[in-house]
């Protein structure tokens, strides 16, 4: 149980277009689920979280019109990377939240996508 | 503001030793904690966590973790080490559900075993 999907696994595109990337809570319902970004040999970075059926939270120096959160269902959340340029490559992480009772949530992690901006 | 440290960037042990990896934390209250295992080019894989209760806590694939509040750590232990342990090993701290249930991330371990 609680597995997190991620599509694609990896894209490569060109400078200037948009790439959407989807996390998918396969086996429960997400009400909250995380978008990280981790470069190589570093640690994950909380980029924003996302409620179902509300705007996201960014973290502070997170560009909100750049990075597009949609969670549009209890078990579907994308991050859509805007006018992409090559310092936007990097490794995204999913997580989403299975609830069990107040203190008790436990964050699963999707696989990951590698973005590479050319 | 909770934070997490992780002294050690990289550690390397022999396959059959034991293993530890330290983890300390910074939190006003009592702190969820996490470890995380992350192979080369994956997500992460929860290990253990530890919410409250008895402060050892066992997690999957042999390891354990000792939650001391006086030290305000969380180390990762692991009796006999296997080669598939190699990997990037990840200490987190949890904001409770009501303060939106994010993770804070230390810097990472990376074990390498030999043969």
């Known amino acids: 149980g609680a597995v997190v999907s991620q599509h694609p696994s990896w894209v490569i595109c060109k400078s200037g277009t948009s790439v959407k990337i989807e996390c998918r809570s396969l086996d429960f319902q997400a009400t909250t689920m995380f978008w990280y970004r981790q470069f190589p040999k570093q640690s994950l970075m909380l980029m924003a979280t996302s409620n179902e059926g509300s705007k996201a939270t960014y973290e502070q120096g997170v560009e909100k019109d750049k990075f597009l959160i949609n969670h549009a269902s209890l078990t579907l959340s994308t991050l859509t990377v805007t006018s992409a340029h090559p310092e936007d490559s990097s490794f995204y992480i999913c997580?989403?939240?299975?609830?069990?009772?107040?203190?008790?949530?436990?964050?699963?992690f999707g696989p990951g996508t590698r973005l590479t901006v050319l | 503001a909770q934070s997490v440290t992780q002294p050690d960037i990289h550690i390397t042990v022999s396959e059959g030793a034991s293993l530890e990896l330290r983890c300390n934390y910074s939190?006003?209250?009592?702190?969820?904690l996490f470890w995380y295992v992350q192979s080369p080019g994956q997500g992460l894989q929860l290990l253990l966590k530890y919410f409250s209760g008895d402060t050892l806590v066992q997690g999957i694939k042999g390891f354990e973790a000792e939650f001391k509040r006086s030290q305000s750590s969380f180390n990762l232990r692991k009796p006999s080490v296997h080669w598939s342990d190699a990997a990037e090993y990840f200490c987190?701290?949890?904001?409770?559900?009501?303060?939106?249930?994010?993770?804070?991330f230390g810097q990472g371990t990376e074990l390498s075993v030999k043969p």
């Open positions: 987190a701290v949890g904001y409770p559900y009501n303060q939106g249930g994010k993770l804070i």
């Open positions: 939190y006003g209250a009592t702190p969820y």
């Open positions: 997580s989403a939240r299975a609830p069990g009772g107040l203190g008790t949530d436990t964050q699963y």
